[in-house]
């Protein structure tokens, strides 16, 4: 006898449409939640980076004070940068072996082709350089024929003077070129501990820089490079650190290895400020300020929304000012 069973029918499971949209909605929130948090988290650990890099230099720069019983000069008449003097400190002496300290022959930094100082502009040396910057490691220079290498750290000159000497000639305002300054590393400074009356934990030596050499106004654009310059170059300068007869001869462009507390932190981003308070300003491509090295060798962030007046007064080494909490 057979048995009439009902036919089997096959079920197969699987997501409706319904059911897979509410499963990429789902992901995509997901997405949406951990994407900032990831990117905040690489950008703590660059801004940490950064700080150790300001560290490193910082303490270089004692131990050539050490050396020397003094601070290595902002840049000096022979076209060289601080960031040259203390490669020796940062473990760097192939580099500073490298380099001629003259006029002639290799050490002539317009010497196009040259094996000597023109080439040592285009290595790259990861300690001067902020891993949040957004400039290539090396940018090629046309009318010198070589590669020079941006930087993110310049030393502090002053904490009045904007002006550097960039096609423009202003009433009554401080230059960057004038020496003595009143910042602890300028044109052929040779700065003691001792001088350092306000205080070295609160005087800037090193800070951040909102590098960008594509940026132009006013005529002027706030580039930073490691080592040396073609254009601070032929600066005649008197024992004493003064200008001979009170003048320059051909040199210009100090914004590319100092920088003022004169001019706001993160004047790049704001437009409200000239070309020559960007050229000259401390600030970074971090989010909200930068980091400042201090003669003492702390390092701390800086907010961009810092009292102007107190911010002003960290770039003078012997000001007299009164520094409140910051």
């Known amino acids: ?29 997901l997405v949406a939640i951990l994407l900032p948090a990831v ?92 891993p949040t910057m957004a400039q290539p490691e090396t940018i090629y220079d ?34 960057l070129y004038n020496s003595p300054q009143n910042g602890i590393c300028y044109g052929a400074s040779a700065t003691n501990m001792r001088d350092i009356t306000d205080g070295t934990s609160n005087t800037v030596l090193i800070g951040e820089s909102y590098t960008d050499p594509v940026f132009v106004q006013d005529r002027v654009t706030p580039d930073v490079w490691t ?30 290895f100092v920088g003022s507390m004169g001019a706001p932190m993160n004047s790049r981003k704001f437009a409200s400020t000239s070309g020559f308070q960007k050229q000259a300003a401390f600030g970074s491509y971090h989010v909200g300020g930068g980091n400042l090295a201090f003669a003492d060798g702390a390092v701390r962030f800086v907010s961009e929304n810092v009292d102007f007046e107190l911010y002003k007064r960290l770039g003078t080494k012997s000001g007299g000012e009164v520094i409140s909490d910051f």
């Open 227 to 256: 080592i040396g310059s073609f254009q601070i170059d032929a600066w005649d300068i008197n024992a004493d650190g003064t200008p001979t007869s009170g003048a320059l001869s051909g040199s210009n462009e100090f914004t590319e």
């Open 1 to 29: 006898m057979s048995l009439n069973l009902p036919p089997r029918y096959s079920h197969k499971t699987g997501f409706t449409l319904i059911e897979l949209l509410v499963v990429i909605a789902i992901i995509a929130v």
């Open 39 to 130: 990117q905040q988290a690489r950008e703590a650990a660059r801004r940490t980076t950064c700080r150790n890099n300001l560290k490193q230099l910082g303490i270089a720069m004692h131990n050539y004070h050490d050396t020397h019983n003094a601070f290595t000069f902002g840049w000096n008449q022979h076209g060289f940068g601080w960031s040259a003097m203390i490669l020796p400190q940062i473990e760097m002496n192939n580099v500073y072996d490298r380099l001629h300290f003259r006029e002639s022959g290799p050490g002539n930094w317009n010497n196009l082709g040259s094996a000597g100082n023109q080439t040592a502009v285009g290595i790259v040396i990861t300690v001067f350089r902020c």
């Open 142 to 175: 046309t009318n010198h024929q070589t590669d020079r290498v941006p930087a993110s750290y310049r030393a502090c000159a002053s904490g009045t003077a904007i002006y550097d000497w960039d096609n423009y000639t202003p009433s009554g305002e401080e230059w």
